[in-house]
């Protein structure tokens, strides 16, 4: 039962691999076929009519006639070279053009004699003898070299093992007859890795600025350092054996171990992966050859690469191979895609190449895994710029999205601003409108009704002039109250001393006005309509009750401001030189009078907008006290 | 008693009011104070007044039958430069006082004052005293300190350049505006009692306009109007 349940995940994922991994497979099968007819097809062609083939060969002091090309057996001594000659025929009537002799390949260096005089030695020139690179020559014949019919040509060639060394067909004819295919192999196997090299110093140059930029990201340090080594092999010129700079000759050949474990490093941090701790082995051989290079002088570091060097290339080609296999089959993304195929090309070439070296493939020496793997190295680059690009694209489209996304947020939010601007616009209207229904209630109405009601009775005169009146000021305080006053309390005193002298001077009343402070009180930001009027409305009534019950001739009002310690507060003062009137003891006027009715509004007005209302009586005159509050109340505190 | 001009001769007034009673109301406390009082309901029989000569006071309502009380201010201003003109207002509001200001009023008269009242409010300004009240004060002075906020957006109401202002000027209309008489002005600010009547007039002076391209220069100077 539970070997079922298991088995029964695993049974699908194995069908997933596979239905990922063969078609993979067969893609790769594919391409090494496709290599390895491109290796034959672009195999460079020789002009065979000029081809001299038959020599005899003193080897070992031992001569006999072979056919090139040749293979001679590997030797540590340049001593005593193997020295192959052969004749040529120069005929008659030809003198006109010059004649050149063409070696497509040799291995390592070759000293060319024509009639005893030396024409050619390779030797000179250092990156000739690399026996990675397949360098042909070519040396013009001296005219006066030439004899008409036959002429000898000697071919020494100098051989540092522990590869053997091979000497391909001579060539010997017209210089324009030679020249295109020594042209091509020059093209093929000299340009093209210095333009590969090239690309890759570049590409090392800009992979070591996004690694500095991004050290989160040794992945991009691991192939700059591949490619750095890469280069520096590639252009480093290598040492001749009678050269003494051994030490460099072992740095060089380290390379290509290190190099090819630095790219198994970065293929297992390009896949996300974790590099293991015992990856580091595959340093060891590279690292082991550079080392005993530096102690042991050649010609061990050249044995010991051979015995270890490319064998770990060979190792690290085929990890590599695994490694992108494992990656297709978990990312099945472009970029493992490239790059297996890239290491298929590498490992197919690099087989190519043993087979050559260990002359199972009869393939005139030429070795191409250098020239694949720098291809591989500059189409990795190229792979991760446009890794890079793409990040960048993709960074590109996040900011606008993100515009986009904020965009779309201000404009719900200013929808949302407006919505709410709208609302609070409306509550505010309906609050303005709820204070001057009330206000107007309070004041005008009843007087308008009051007005009518003694026009019904027949009244005429005093009593309907005075109701006019007072309609007609509080029309003109509720007016007033919705003027912005800036929280200066001062601005509605002063309409209201103007209205109110207006008022008291019939009845020949003083009004005195003494303001304590310049300023006069303290400025109230929080001031609205409503405070003013019904502060307004107490001062009106204190006044209506001075003229009217009391028989003043004189009221005073104070405006003062005092300041116990909590900010500043205004007082208020109306003080008449009235009757008085007789206050119960509770503060509240005896009897139920309009005078009781008056001074309960008073209370409850002050109350409203936070003030409080002292009231003091006696006969010399009455003093009405009102106390401002520090802040203003925000709601109508008796209304809620 | 007669109230007489500086030539001896009777003043006199031409008062332009629609509503019948209001209209007998104050002509009757003129009457009674001495002065000559012609009055017209309408703008066109305030013009027939008007050919028969120029009076010394113009009381004018605002609204009227045919037309705005402003075209009639005008009119005096362009026609009889000596001539007083006064507002009638019913409530002393800004909106109305202001505008008549503006082309050339220099005070207001509440339709509901006192008898007493009337007749000392003309004889005041007849002899250079503008009255001006606590709230017009207040409304001048809040348009200064607006015009030296902000400009962005012209305040509600009507249009009025404050720029001329000195800040004395200024000052007194702050004293008014918060209740204090002429005397305590004059004694804050160190002036004769007497002068600041004087410079009520001068600032209503200032802030009239007198013609309409001015009043176009005015808009444009204080930023009403964007060309």
């Known amino acids: 039962m539970s070997e079922i349940a298991a088995k029964a995940p695993t049974r699908p994922r194995r069908r997933l691999i596979a239905s990922r991994l063969v078609p993979y497979l067969l893609l790769q099968a594919l391409i090494v076929i496709v290599t390895i007819l491109g290796i034959r097809l672009l195999q460079p062609s020789d002009p065979d009519d000029y081809a001299v083939s038959d020599f005899s060969a003193r080897e070992d002091g031992l001569t006999r006639p072979i056919t090139l090309p040749h293979f001679t057996s590997s030797r540590y001594s340049l001593a005593d070279p193997p020295c192959y000659t052969g004749t040529f025929t120069f005929p008659s009537g030809d003198a006109a053009s010059g004649w050149s002799v063409y070696l497509p390949r040799f291995s390592n260096a070759v000293e060319v004699a024509v009639n005893g005089v030396v024409v050619l030695d390779s030797r000179r020139d250092a990156n000739a003898n690399r026996p990675d690179r397949n360098t042909p020559q070519i040396a013009v014949i001296p005219a006066s070299l030439l004899r008409e019919g036959a002429n000898e040509i000697t071919v020494r060639l100098f051989v540092w093992g522990p590869l053997k060394g091979f000497l391909d067909t001579v060539y010997v004819g017209p210089d324009a007859a030679l020249r295109p295919a020594y042209e091509t192999r020059t093209l093929l196997f000299v340009t093209l890795p210095v333009v590969f090299s090239a690309w890759q110093a570049i590409l090392a140059v800009i992979l070591a600025i996004m690694w500095l930029m991004r050290r989160h990201e040794p992945v991009y340090g691991v192939l700059a350092t591949a490619m750095v080594l890469g280069v520096v092999q590639a252009f480093a010129p290598p040492p001749v054996p009678p050269a003494t700079v051994s030490h460099l000759a072992a740095v060089l050949l380290a390379s290509a171990p290190i190099e090819s474990a630095l790219i198994v490093a970065f293929g297992v941090l390009f896949f996300g992966w974790r590099w293991p701790r015992y990856g580091t082995l595959l340093f060891v051989p590279g690292v082991a050859v550079f080392v005993i290079g530096l102690i042991g002088g050649p010609p061990l570091p050249r044995i010991l690469f051979l015995v270890l060097g490319i064998p770990t290339v060979g190792l690290c080609l085929f990890l590599m191979a695994c490694i992108t296999a494992i990656a297709v089959v978990r990312r099945q993304d472009a970029a493992s895609f490239t790059i297996g195929c890239a290491v298929t090309i590498v490992l197919t070439c690099w087989i190519q190449d043993m087979l050559t070296v260990l002359e199972i493939v009869n393939n005139d020496r030429i070795f191409v895994s250098r020239l694949s793997y720098s291809a591989m190295l500059v189409a990795i680059g190229a792979g991760l710029t446009w890794r890079f690009a793409r990040a960048l694209n993709q960074v590109d489209s996040f900011a606008g999205q993100l515009v986009t996304r904020v965009r779309e947020a201000e404009e719900r939010l200013k929808a949302s601003f407006a919505r709410e601007e709208e609302r609070a616009r409306a509550a505010t209207l309906a609050n303005e409108r709820t204070r001057l229904m009330r206000d107007l209630h309070d004041g005008l109405g009843g007087q308008l009704v009051s007005i009518v009601a003694l026009s019904e009775r027949g009244s005429t005169g005093a009593a309907i002039t005075d109701a006019a009146r007072a309609a007609l000021k509080d029309l003109r305080l509720v007016i007033d109250s919705m003027d912005d006053i800036g929280g200066d309390l001062m601005l509605a005193l002063g309409s209201w001393r103007e209205r109110t002298t207006a008022q008291l001077r019939p009845h020949d009343i003083t009004l005195d006005w003494r303001v304590a402070t310049p300023q006069g009180l303290p400025l109230h930001p929080e001031l609205r309509p409503w405070h003013v009027i019904q502060i307004v409305r107490i001062l009106d009534e204190a006044v209506t009750n001075a003229v009217k019950h009391a028989q003043a001739r004189r009221i005073a009002v104070t405006i003062d401001t005092f300041d116990a310690g909590q900010g500043p507060y205004g007082v208020i003062s109306v003080t008449d030189d009235g009757s008085g009137f007789a206050l119960a003891g509770n503060g509240e006027a005896a009897g139920a009078g309009q005078t009781a009715r008056g001074l309960r509004n008073m209370k409850s007005r002050a109350a409203r907008c936070g003030a409080v209302l002292d009231l003091t009586s006696d006969a010399s005159g009455t003093r009405v006290r009102l106390k401002l509050p520090q802040r203003f109340p925000d709601s109508d505190m008796a209304a809620g | ?227």
């Open chain 2, 1 to 227: 008693m007669t109230e007489q001009g500086e030539t001896g001769e009777a003043i006199t007034i031409l008062l332009v009011e629609d509503d019948a009673p209001t209209c007998w109301r104050l002509q009757d406390a003129l009457a009674k104070a001495g002065y000559e009082v012609r009055s017209a309901g309408t703008l066109a029989e305030a013009r027939q007044a008007l050919a028969a000569g120029a009076p010394r006071v113009l009381l004018t309502d605002l609204r009227l039958p045919d037309g705005h009380g402003v075209e009639l201010i005008r009119e005096m201003r362009q026609r009889f430069p000596d001539t007083e003109i006064m507002v009638i207002s019913a409530l002393g509001d800004e909106e109305s006082v202001i505008s008549a200001i503006t082309v050339g009023a220099t005070g207001y008269l509440l339709k509901d004052a006192f008898p007493t009242d009337i007749a000392t409010t003309v004889r005041d300004l007849v002899a250079g005293h503008s009255p001006i009240s606590a709230s017009i004060a207040r409304f001048i002075v809040r348009r200064t300190q607006g015009a030296a906020q902000t400009s962005a957006e012209p305040p509600p109401g009507p249009v009025l350049n404050t720029a001329r202002l000195t800040p004395r000027e200024i000052d007194i209309l702050w004293g008014i505006a918060k209740g204090f008489s002429y005397a305590e002005i004059a004694s804050h600010l160190g002036l004769s009692k007497q002068t600041v009547p004087g410079h009520i007039k001068n600032i209503y002076r200032k802030l009239e306009v007198h013609t309409r391209s001015e009043a176009v220069f005015e808009a444009v100077q204080q930023g009403l109007i964007k060309l």
